[in-house]
């Protein structure tokens, strides 16, 4: 029986895929995203609008918001074992983050602080 879920080097790959579309949409460099995963997050809007980017093509924010249901479902369904449940307990905490900023780029830079802070030993971001 095949495993459903994905390693961790399949979601670096596909986090690879992610980082090349939205890369250069948000015109933003390596030095200013690749220090996200140890949580160093700068507060420019470059690097917001990279995060709401990624965030978009995962489906885990619409119109502005924590696309909920969809995150947990992605956890469930991609992480390896051991990211699963404290990805989803890093998600339900930091849920309502977003509803407090009006700006898509915003709203998805502290949903993903918010999660990178929760947990950092399962944090990943492309």
């Known amino acids: ?36 995963n140890d949580g160093v997050f700068i507060e420019e809007n470059e690097v917001k609008c990279y995060i709401a980017c990624i965030m978009k093509m995962a489906n885990t924010m619409k119109n502005g918001k924590l696309n909920f249901e969809a995150a947990m479902k992605q956890a469930d369904l991609l992480l390896p074992d051991e990211m699963k449940e404290p990805t989803k307990e890093a998600i339900v905490a930091c849920r309502k983050v977003a509803d407090s900023y009006k700006d898509v780029c915003d709203a998805s830079f502290h949903v993903t602080k918010c999660i990178y802070n929760h947990n950092p030993s399962v944090f990943f971001f492309p």
């Open 1 to 36: 029986m095949q495993c459903a879920y994905m390693t961790m080097k399949q979601i670096k790959n596909t986090g690879k895929m992610m980082r090349k579309s939205c890369q250069p949409k948000n015109n933003v460099d390596d030095e200013k995203i690749n220090p996200i």
